[in-house]
């Protein structure tokens, strides 16, 4: 039987054998006395990797998001968020049920930056009638598209000349950082916390880092243990997240060459129109009336895809180029 190519998400993919062989030979503790000797050695070597003092392993991206939002702001107060973002758009409004904190979303410019312009406008001044502005939050890559690291210097300037701390969702922030060709230290620089999926193209089943100075964590922890994310022999997770750090940082360029060449092939053919990707995200517009045809066709040669009429591909570790050369195919005798 032939595999699925699952090209919803880049969170589809399975442990490779050498990230179960990892996953297998992990020391374990109880991390909620922080004796997890494998979460440990992820939350340094995290920190290391990206240059700051400290780090918390978290479940998920939304919670390490969570604990960052609850960490920087307090009843009352409000961040600047991108409209798109995920922190404002998917994350269920965590940050005000749980929080009491106030998104102040503002427009998103195509290449997924904040206008500087628009930043400083949308500060509160010192009044009862506002909520405190507290905090930026920016997202990197946002929509698969990066932000130029000058853009980033001046966002994060400006937020901390006005009293504001900064934020990066930097769920992708890998695939960010290996698409401009620096290290994960340049690309989080100016940034007081971060948050890293380890779980999406990085490969790992579950998990996310959160990234800040050693007081900001301290505060981070307590936030994740009253969330119910207080882990107990979570270094079995852990070991997967440390490997795909380890190990899988640079092969994201193959999933970034691989989106290149699968929309660059798809844009050949008659009635789509193809993003050009930066990463390994792109979008293609599929007319409306041949979407139904095409999910027929896509579940008998086993692809997956979230298909609509703007429908987002992602490229990852599990779809390799013969399986793209598959999907290829398959477009072309379809729409050929
Ligand atoms: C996936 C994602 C998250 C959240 O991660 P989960 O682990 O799915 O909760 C946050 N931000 C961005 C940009 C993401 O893509």
């Not at 992990?26 to 000797?37: E, H, L, Q, R």
């Amino acid at each position: 039987m032939m595999e699925w190519l699952d090209l919803r998400s880049d969170t589809v993919t399975r442990p490779s054998a050498a990230m179960c062989a990892a996953i297998n030979a992990a020391d374990v503790g109880d991390d909620v006395y922080g004796d997890d000797p494998t979460v440990n050695r992820l939350q340094e070597y995290a920190a290391d990797l990206f240059g700051f003092e400290d780090a918390v392993f978290a479940p998920s991206g939304t919670q390490s998001n969570l604990l960052a939002l609850l960490a920087h702001c307090g009843r009352g107060d409000e961040y600047l968020v991108g409209q798109e973002a995920h922190t404002y758009r998917y994350e269920g409004g965590g940050a005000a049920v749980l929080g009491s904190i106030q998104p102040q979303p503002i427009i998103n410019q195509a290449d997924g930056s904040i206008a500087l312009a628009d930043i400083a406008s949308y500060i509160k001044p010192d009044d009862f009638h506002f909520a405190r502005t507290k905090l930026l939050a920016l997202e990197n890559t946002i929509n698969g598209r990066v932000l130029p690291m000058e853009y980033v210097q001046q966002a994060t300037q400006l937020a901390h000349d006005k009293g504001l701390s900064t934020h990066l969702d930097g769920a992708r922030v890998c695939n960010a950082a290996v698409k401009l060709g620096v290290s994960p230290r340049e690309i989080t620089r100016g940034f007081d916390s971060v948050s890293v999926c380890l779980s999406k193209g990085l490969g790992a089943p579950v998990g996310s880092v959160l990234l800040g100075t050693r007081p900001f964590i301290k505060e981070a922890k307590r936030w994740r243990k009253m969330l119910g994310g207080g882990m107990r022999q979570a270094g079995v997770i852990a070991a997967g997240g440390l490997y795909a750090l380890e190990h899988n940082i640079p092969r994201l360029q193959e999933d970034h060459d691989n989106a290149a060449y699968f929309a660059g092939e798809l844009a050949k053919m008659k009635g789509l129109k193809v993003s050009t990707p930066q990463t390994n995200i792109f979008y293609v517009d599929i007319p409306q009336f041949v979407l139904k045809g095409l999910e027929d066709v896509l579940e008998l040669t086993r692809i997956r895809l979230s298909l609509s009429q703007r429908t987002r591909i992602v490229t990852h570790m599990d779809a390799s180029r013969d399986a793209i050369d598959r999907a290829i195919t398959v477009f072309g005798d379809f729409f050929g």
